[in-house]
């Protein structure tokens, strides 16, 4: 069992950063594939970054490429999502999960692949 807490959500005006943290109760994040995901209130969730993991692969929806960069540190079993340039539109919930994998390049952008979920952190940005 893994449990999962988010941190860094906040209020933050258009063009403004902020940076998500994921805590792990298990600092094995070499076992883990991790992604991050949103959701909106009336929306689905959304997917929006994941890391390898080997945390060699990153992939990024087309909505945040260029914007959010996800990292990792096993060291410390955190994850990171870094998010810059924020707009109105990134508005929502964010949620980190990790899905528990034997191939060190295995990452996924669909939500019913990972295995454990985090509380979510709320991220409002103002117009």
């Known amino acids: 069992q893994v449990q999962l807490v988010e941190s860094g959500g906040g209020l933050v005006q258009t063009g403004g950063s902020l940076r998500l943290s994921c805590v792990a109760s298990r600092r094995t994040f070499s076992d883990y594939a991790m992604g991050w995901f949103r959701q909106a209130p009336g929306k689905e969730r959304e997917f929006v970054a994941t890391?390898?993991?080997?945390?060699?692969?990153?992939y990024y929806a087309d909505s945040v490429k260029g914007r959010f960069t996800i990292s990792g540190d096993n060291t410390k079993g955190t994850v990171y999502l870094q998010m810059s340039s924020l707009k109105p539109e990134d508005t929502a919930v964010y949620y980190c999960?990790?899905?528990?994998?034997?191939?060190?390049?295995?990452?996924?952008?669909?939500?019913?692949?990972?295995?454990?979920w985090g509380q979510g952190t709320q991220v409002t940005v103002s117009s």
């Open positions: 999960a990790a899905k528990y994998t034997l191939f060190s390049n295995y990452y996924t952008t669909d939500f019913r692949d990972y295995d454990y």
């Open positions: 890391l390898s993991r080997s945390g060699d692969d990153a």
